[in-house]
């Protein structure tokens, strides 16, 4: 299996970025800087034609989706056990995590930061204040699934979806009201930031904020 991951820092490959590393496998990451618009040469647009970051080969076809890439790592890999199999007890709430966070969570933090570049620069601030409530929403519904004292997203156990929501909490540093303002989300947060592999992948990214 070979894998060849196309990465900006702290962009959307930062969960799969992680979750690499998590796994302890051998992977190439190759730099396409969001700064440098490199998403959007023709180069990069043959290995994700939307011209969004991530990328990722899996020996040698290119695919896109970091929610996607994480569900395959995970399949690809079970031994880690970073997801239920199918037909396990915690199947259904996977799958059902992984959608809320890749069809509701991110498109909302893809509005607030991108909408006076996707949209009309004019209705962005409207645009930017639905994605607020949105965002906040899901924060809130996220702490009431923590309020159970479960260690992670899922119940016990690390699994794909902690490295999205993680990297979606990080997104949140600079708004009004970060993820870290949630009573429950705040020890999950420090749980998440404190694993060497999440350390490990900020020192490769050369990131340095939100860290415990
Ligand atoms: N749904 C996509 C979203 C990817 C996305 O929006 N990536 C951003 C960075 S976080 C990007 O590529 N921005 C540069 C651009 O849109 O030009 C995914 O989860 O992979």
Redesign the pocket.
């Known amino acids: 299996m070979t894998y060849t991951l196309y990465y900006?820092p702290g962009?959307?490959s930062l969960a799969v970025h992680w979750m690499l590393i998590e796994l302890g496998i051998p992977f190439e990451a190759k730099l396409v800087s969001?700064d440098a618009g490199a998403?959007?040469s023709p180069e990069y647009l043959r290995l994700n034609p939307?011209?969004?970051?991530?990328a990722m080969t899996i020996d040698g076809k290119p695919h896109?989706?970091?929610?996607a890439l994480l569900m395959l790592l995970a399949e690809r890999h079970p031994e880690k056990g970073f997801a239920p199999s199918p037909g396990s007890a915690g199947r259904a709430d996977y799958i059902e995590m992984m959608i809320f966070l890749?069809n509701t969570l991110?498109?909302a933090m893809?509005d607030w930061?991108?909408a006076d570049t996707d949209g009309d620069p004019a209705g962005a601030e409207a645009v930017k204040a639905l994605a607020r409530r949105r965002i906040e929403a899901a924060w809130d519904r996220l702490d009431a699934h923590m309020a159970d004292g479960r260690t992670h997203l899922l119940g016990q156990e690390l699994g794909a979806a902690d490295f999205l929501a993680t990297m979606l909490m990080r997104w949140s540093r600079n708004m009004p009201r970060p993820a870290t303002a949630w009573k429950n989300l705040t020890p999950y947060i420090h749980r998440m930031r404190a694993r060497p592999a999440f350390i490990e992948v900020n020192a490769r990214e050369g990131l340095s904020d939100w860290q415990n």
């Open positions: 900006s962009a959307a969001i998403q959007k939307t011209g969004r970051i991530p896109g989706e970091s929610a890749a991110l498109p893809r930061f991108y």
